[in-house]
């Protein structure tokens, strides 16, 4: 069992257990957007039913993963790497923070 990785070994182990026929752009985006659908409906039914916060974050961390699985390997799919994904996306934050357009909207702000 592995007990701690970086973001490229998650992806490549990722990879590894990705079959073959699940090994498309269209398969991967459609699972993605339907893992992350997963994730809201895992809150909604916690409001809905009042259930404890703490099976809520039970269950989020499972759904998180499997969204997880399909960004590493849709990735993979690409060329990109998870740590790339990583950097470029905090240098983009980081950016937005010291320009003061944290909030609002538009990709390019």
């Known amino acids: 069992m592995i007990c701690f990785m970086n973001l490229n070994d998650y ?6 257990t990705c079959i073959p026929a699940a090994y498309n752009q269209r398969y991967l985006i459609a699972g993605l ?3 992350a659908g997963e994730v809201a409906g895992k809150y909604a039914k916690c409001i809905r039913d009042k259930t ?6 039970n269950e989020l ?4 993963g499997d969204v997880l699985w399909f960004v590493a390997v849709l990735a993979e ?9 990583a950097r470029i996306n ?12 944290l ?4 990709d390019n702000r």
């Open 103 to 106: 909030g609002g909207s538009g």
């Open 11 to 16: 992806q490549e182990a990722a990879t590894d």
């Open 77 to 85: 799919f690409h060329g990109i790497s998870l740590d790339e994904i």
């Open 90 to 101: 905090i240098n983009k934050l980081q950016s937005r923070k010291e320009r003061g357009v």
């Open 33 to 35: 957007v339907a893992e």
């Open 61 to 64: 961390e499972k759904e998180l």
């Open 52 to 57: 404890s916060w703490v099976e809520f974050i």
